[in-house]
């Protein structure tokens, strides 16, 4: 009996921890959606199609970031799509 008891505060300490480090990383502007548009030469601030890389010259400004927050994504699978017309 006393492991159950000891076994339960630990499921308690553990449960805890977890909604506290967890708030901790939702934080505004840690994740964001978006596309990375490709560009005028120089009108961009990225220089890869990932818009991973900040582009240090105006000849590699090609591809800008265009965030998704405030607008309505449609998601679609192809994979059911398959399965319904298969079937």
Known sequence: MKYMRVAGLCLVAVCALFAVT???FATEGSLEFGKCNKTAIAE?????A???KIAKT??????NWESLSGKT??????????RQRGA
């Open 22 to 24: 967890s708030s901790a």
């Open 44 to 48: 961009g601030t990225c220089s890869n």
């Open 50 to 52: 990932g818009c991973t």
């Open 58 to 63: 105006d000849e590699t400004n090609k591809f």
């Open 73 to 82: 994504v449609q998601f679609t699978s192809a994979k059911g799509a398959e």
